[in-house]
């Protein structure tokens, strides 16, 4: 017997609320292992990290609920992290060298989306197939030496020991929460926001409600490649200096944060409040196995295991519109 929406609902509160539940819990027990876990430095630094990965998962938990899946937001990371780098450094102004990088993302994420959709191809192949043809043309372009560097202000917004005002966080910690709530206003009260949902909960359907699957489409793949180049920029400004595989983490754990915070990995289900808390869950797994000693292999390991029990969880449920 299928269950009413209204329970379908209550089950991804639930999954919300228990993904924040298991970051506190996780918290607690690194407080009570490790020495200084809780400083205010150390939390800070996970907030500002636990920041990054928010941005960088903004596109992929759109394309989740769409009913895809985004394997080149790690590649245009790279590219934008590289690509501002490098213009920066030549003497371009920087809000000239954002409106090139975040242009050049959104026709990488538009071609993404218009390719899968248009052509009726799975966009694993396509966004790994374009993302690789992407880093391929940085390494060319920069001969495998990346240089260059971010703007003071740039590194003053991410930096762990900045503050906003008399918030002892850097801008980049309240300015997220901002993002948060326009993402919840657009996913929630606007036509793209009911458009998104509807197509990933039944693509059949969606056209006979006036939806246009291929616009949506390369929209939501431009959308996830603008959000991957900014956190590209901002990881620049992190770390201060150009790299190409700066993005290669990004890729299980933005998958990995979007299921725990109870998206479905069949499509019309889930939210960024949720993809936050996925984001809380998996920077306080990292924390923890970095202070107990793991070492990065162990750590990346964890993160795999973690997505295979998730999608074995999550991934064979039955698609939304089976359901209702």
């Known amino acids: ?13 639930g999954r919300v609320l228990g993904a924040f539940a298991v970051a506190l819990v996780l918290h607690a027990i690194g407080t009570a292992l490790i020495p200084g876990y809780s400083a205010p430095f150390a939390i800070r630094a996970m907030l500002v990290i636990a920041a990054l990965l928010a941005v960088a998962s903004v596109g992929q938990t759109l394309v989740v609920i769409l009913g895809g899946i985004d394997l080149s ?14 213009l920066y450094g030549q003497g371009w102004p920087f809000v000239l060298v954002c409106l090139v990088v975040l242009g050049l993302a959104a026709l990488i994420g538009a071609a993404n989306g218009a390719l899968s959709r248009g052509l009726n191809i799975h966009p694993l192949i396509v966004t790994l197939g374009l993302g690789m043809i992407v880093q391929g043309l940085v390494l060319i372009w920069t001969k495998g030496f990346p240089s260059g560097s971010a703007p003071k202000a740039v590194s003053a917004f991410v930096s762990i020991g900045g503050s906003f005002g008399p918030l002892p966080v850097p801008a980049l910690i309240p300015a997220l929460l901002v993002l948060t709530v326009l993402i919840v206003l657009v996913l929630e009260r606007t036509p793209y926001g009911r458009q ?3 197509l990933g909960s039944n693509p059949g359907a969606a056209p006979y409600a006036l939806i246009r699957p291929l616009r949506i489409w390369t929209v939501t793949f431009a959308a996830s490649a603008v959000f991957a180049a900014l956190a590209g920029v901002l990881l620049l400004g992190f770390t201060g200096s150009a790299y190409g595989d700066v993005g290669q983490p990004y890729l299980f754990q933005t998958i990995a944060a979007v299921v725990v915070g109870g998206a479905a990995l069949v499509g019309g289900r889930g939210n960024f409040v949720g993809t936050l808390a996925g984001v809380l869950v998996l ?9 107990l000693g793991f070492q990065p292999a162990s750590v990346q390991a964890a993160f795999g295991a973690i997505i295979l029990l998730l999608v074995s969880l999550y991934g064979r449920e039955r698609h939304f519109r089976t359901t209702v």
Not at 283 to 291: A, D, F, S
């Open 73 to 86: 937001i790690p590649f245009v990371i790279g590219f934008a992290n590289v690509v501002a780098a490098q």
């Open 196 to 198: 998104l949902y509807a």
């Open 1 to 13: 017997m299928n269950r009413p929406l209204s329970l379908r609902l209550d089950g991804m509160r």
């Open 283 to 291: 920077t306080e797994i990292n924390t923890l196995l970095i202070g």
